[in-house]
């Protein structure tokens, strides 16, 4: 295969919500496209850093797809399908780079090497997830993911929705699940709001909430004590996300499930959770995104990386609604996804295509990631790729 | 005071050399000037993200110049010498940021806050070791502060110069201790290049090694109980920088002091060093970088952070041989700093009128940094603030 052109294009985030710690109206996402030429056929891997922190066009240009342009065709060759193997284009994406600092360039790669991973999925013609079980040689989802609809946000007075509005619209569309920010207001409106989504969802089981790292570590214990009697779903960073004693002081304090990861970028900092924080084999909740840690073939890392340490893949949810992490997820065999239905377009979401039924999400054959279903971001695929 | 404007320029390195991991011809530097007016005066601090990583216009121009640009004076008002809070312009920056990722930009960040400490000691007319060690309360080095010369690259046959030389070159300038690179090469052929700078040096206690991160965990161990007899300065970045628990296995197995911190890039980082790292009282060596960090104002809460953890701040020696890292030395009086008095030019280094003498280095008086009188920066700064 050739690599002919990489393309950046840098895409702000529609439906502007804030958590407890930023507001989204800022933030925008790297929407990448590799156009390349397998076997004479002309290809357009797409691929995207997730949602939720910042576009990197500055680091992409000057660093990552210029080393990946320099290098030999040879060098990258070997990937599924023909197509050119991620690992081998995150390594050279990665070269010259020194070790720590995991951060912005973390989300720039996976960008990158997740468009190669759609471009070898459509390479043969398949959806990604398959392209990823038989790579990795893991038990894909048939049957559809388990999601939960994320969202839950603080809405101002005049808004024109409620939290209970929003949470009733998930359980229409058919989500049994749900996710719900706290930390935005004092604990008795917390708690009074999670009372109002609880009744809404019909069962604490069926609810998370995340505070989005926004209390101190005293707050945080204070809060999870007050939560654990809920039986809620899981609570999600409570503190600083790389506060690994505060994670194992939370872990060993309530019963309820503690779920983090979605500020780790690197395998080295998941090792640092799995060795110092405490967390429980068969209870607590892994969200790294592969778009936020250097792509793929770094998450499939972390997911062994788990197992060697005794917790099982299922504990594995990644941060991240959208279709990348779907096939990600179905293609690992992990515990569930995520979904945005109102928020962070044109990525958050799943294609029409993909059938939502009682709290499962199951893929579209498209192949690849399956992009281009998605009406919102097909127009800009038209763009990036033309 | 009133910022006019905010100008970012990158400066490819010059003295292109490489250590076990990365060559560092590559890699980049921003240089970030703020224009502004205080008291009816035009003033220009300048300030850069250290040496070793990559400049970073991409993430200043995208995020970080527009938030401080977009802020109210009222808002960045009150830091020394009637000048903008450095403190507050470094959460302005950080707006919207979310907790954990500490990378880039980190870097980004760290520019821009340290030209603000620039333009905040022109204000008072002043070097900036006197700004900072008033405002943080300190005890300054009055006598200059210990410098060692940070080199012992590999050089390939015909460059025309060995390892020897550049340590004779260093002694000859006033150098009494030296730092060298180890770990690209085998264990036997390292020994010897010890060995080598030992014997031009006189005292195995004049001289660190650097592995630049390079080990794995079973190697680093290997090499560190290889040269603990040798009775070294201290070892250096054996293995990966956040692998903590590495780090505590290092200071339990050898008595040489273990240095470490150049790739911490955030308080939180530090504080997993200094709770899982078995970091040991009064010994081993903490190299943490402003420009690297978020600038002073973190970097002096890292330094609080290691007097709270029970550790001295002699202890710290900045990784970035420069004039910054110069007077945060002196203002905050740590334990000394690094020259590269070859390499990393245009940055790397001091300015003639800093006084090098029996292994002490002595910042001019120049106002700010004294950027301005180092000759291979001067015509940058020019450029920059014409």
Chains 1, 2 share one sequence.
Not at 216 to 228: G, I, Q, S
Request: glycine share 14%.
């Amino acid at each position: 295969m050739r690599i002919m052109e990489i393309r950046e294009m840098r895409v702000p985030l529609r439906g502007a919500v804030a958590n407890a710690v930023v507001n989204f109206a800022e933030h925008d996402v790297s929407l990448v496209a590799v156009l390349a030429e397998i076997g004479g056929r002309r290809l357009a891997g797409i691929g995207f850093n997730s949602i939720g922190r910042f576009a990197q066009p500055g680091l992409l240009r000057e660093r990552f797809i210029p080393r990946v342009l320099a290098a030999e065709p040879e060098s990258f060759a070997g990937g599924p399908n023909g197509a050119a193997d991620p690992a081998k284009v995150r390594d050279i994406a990665m070269r010259n780079e020194k070790p720590g600092g995991h951060g912005d360039r973390a989300a720039a790669v996976g960008a990158l090497e997740l468009a190669f991973w759609d471009l070898a999925a459509k390479a043969g013609e398949e959806p990604a997830w398959a392209t990823i079980a038989r790579h990795f040689g893991t038990t894909p989802h048939e049957q559809g993911c388990a999601v939960y609809a994320a969202g839950g946000y603080y809405y101002a007075p005049g808004d024109g929705m409620s939290l209970g509005d929003e949470m009733r619209g998930y359980v229409d569309r058919g989500f049994r699940a749900a996710k719900m920010k706290i930390g935005g207001a004092s604990p008795a409106e917390d708690m009074a709001r999670i009372e109002e989504t609880v009744a809404v969802l019909g069962s604490p089981g069926q609810l998370a909430v995340d505070a989005n790292g926004r209390f101190t570590p005293d707050e945080a214990l204070a809060r999870a004590a007050e939560l654990d009697p809920l039986g809620l779903r899981w609570i999600e960073e409570m503190g600083d996300p790389l506060d690994y004693a505060l994670n194992a002081r939370l872990t060993g304090a309530v019963a309820t499930p503690v779920a983090t990861g979605e500020n780790l970028f690197s395998r080295q900092d998941l090792a640092n959770l799995l060795r110092f924080g405490g967390v429980r084999p068969g209870i607590d909740v892994f969200q790294m995104d592969a778009g936020l840690s250097y792509g793929l073939t770094d998450y499939a890392g972390m997911i062994a990386d788990l197992e060697a340490a005794g917790h099982a893949r299922d504990q594995a949810m990644p941060h991240g609604g959208h279709l990348i992490n779907l096939h990600i997820v179905a293609g690992l065999g992990l515990g569930g996804c995520e979904a945005y239905p109102n928020v962070f377009l044109p990525f958050g979401g799943y294609a029409p295509q993909c059938r939502l039924d009682e709290g499962r999400i199951h893929p579209s054959d498209a192949p690849g990631f399956g992009l281009e279903q998605k009406p919102e971001l097909a127009p800009l695929i038209d763009e990036i790729t033309a």
